[in-house]
């Protein structure tokens, strides 16, 4: 798990055609999606931040290593007799190091674009490490894949804000600490250990250009030396 992460990371040093760097940050809200919560439920929201690294390799594709951190929880919510019976709750600190790729609808940001905005979408591989308790039995360490959408504007071709609605996909059901412990009358007193965990970062994020990147020129043979 960790050396196909390792190997994403790569990437962003395998490509010589980069035009741009950036660094940026982000605040906003984290959920949750288990046992617990079925589905999204935006009363379980907690705050969260994110700092990232974004090298652009063309106008539309860029890749993105980040670091988001927040707290995830979620309560029971009585909806049928085993729900009362566990009446369960959890806090659970997450961190979250990502390597994703952004794939831009618009050029957005060449000096000649008709625009200075842009949708997108991403998607990449993460690892995150949490705290509940169940983590002694899974391990501090599980991978997750990002999947979102998102969308920016440009401020004086240097200043990039936007933002961003991501999904966490892991596949694990420890998250919030319930998955099919303590058993005694139906499997599905305690949850169900194969229907994974979710959770999810929505924020607003600001970014800026700190250096360009030249674009290595393309080999042309010296023809003087060749006509001789």
């Known amino acids: 798990m960790k050396s196909s992460f390792y190997s994403l990371l790569v990437l962003v040093g395998l490509n010589t055609s980069a035009q741009f760097m950036e660094f940026g940050g982000g605040l906003g809200y984290m959920n949750y999606s288990g046992d617990l919560v079925r589905g999204y439920d935006f009363s379980t929201s907690t705050?969260?931040?994110?700092?990232?690294?974004?090298?652009?390799?063309?106008?539309?594709?860029?890749?993105?290593?980040?670091?988001?951190?927040?707290?995830?929880?979620?309560?029971e919510t009585p909806i049928d007799a085993f729900a009362v019976q566990r009446n369960q709750s959890f806090n659970s600190n997450v961190i979250e190091?990502?390597?994703?790729?952004?794939?831009?609808?618009l050029d957005f940001k060449t000096s000649d674009s008709p625009v200075n905005y842009s949708p997108y979408i991403m998607g990449g591989v993460g690892v995150i490490s949490y705290d509940t308790p169940a983590?002694?039995?899974?391990?501090?360490?599980?991978?997750?894949?990002?999947?979102?959408?998102?969308?920016?504007?440009?401020?004086?071709?240097?200043?990039?804000?936007?933002?961003?609605?991501?999904a966490r996909k892991t596949f694990f059901d420890y998250l919030d600490g319930i998955s099919d412990k303590d058993q005694t009358i139906k499997d599905y007193q305690y949850g169900n250990p194969k229907d994974d965990d979710w959770y999810f970062f929505t924020g607003l994020t600001f970014s800026i250009t700190l250096f360009n990147v030249p674009c290595p020129f393309p080999y042309r043979p010296n023809q003087s030396i060749l006509a001789r």
């Open 47 to 75: 705050t969260g931040g994110t700092v990232f690294y974004r090298m652009n390799f063309s106008e539309i594709f860029t890749i993105r290593l980040g670091l988001t951190v927040g707290t995830i929880k979620g309560a």
């Open 97 to 105: 190091l990502s390597s994703v790729f952004e794939y831009h609808f």
């Open 135 to 166: 983590n002694e039995n899974t391990g501090r360490y599980q991978l997750v894949l990002p999947v979102g959408v998102g969308f920016k504007y440009l401020i004086q071709k240097k200043y990039t804000i936007g933002i961003e609605a991501g």
